[in-house]
């Protein structure tokens, strides 16, 4: 068995607003793991030129344990996209994220 890396990318919210990521979307989808871990803003300022500073940034990775080659887990990685998208549309609106396929061994 080896780790494989569905999704990853990035989660944000205002400094401001009390929210806590783990609360909203659960450790797991199925036999997709989903990982949330605090990062520091992996860039200075937004493309609108909004500071990044005022955002809590979370790095957000899917992962699965699998024998199987990477591309033979598309079919895993569109259905764990459809899971993930619910939870994360029913976060707050300030609540921000992209978030990208990225089927590689880790």
Do not use: C, N
């Amino acid at each position: 068995m080896k780790a494989i890396r569905l999704f990853q990318g990035y989660l944000w919210h205002p400094k401001s607003l009390l929210f806590e990521p783990r609360a909203h979307i659960p450790p797991r989808l199925g036999e997709v793991y989903v990982l949330i871990d605090k990062v520091r803003p992996p860039v200075s300022f937004f493309e609108d030129g909004t500071p990044t500073e005022t955002q809590q940034f979370y790095q957000l990775t899917l992962l699965v344990r699998s024998d199987k080659e990477p591309a033979e887990l598309k079919p895993l990685a569109a259905w764990a996209s459809r899971e993930l998208d619910a939870y994360l549309q029913a976060t707050p609106k300030e609540v921000g994220w992209q978030i990208l396929e990225d089927l590689r061994p880790l």
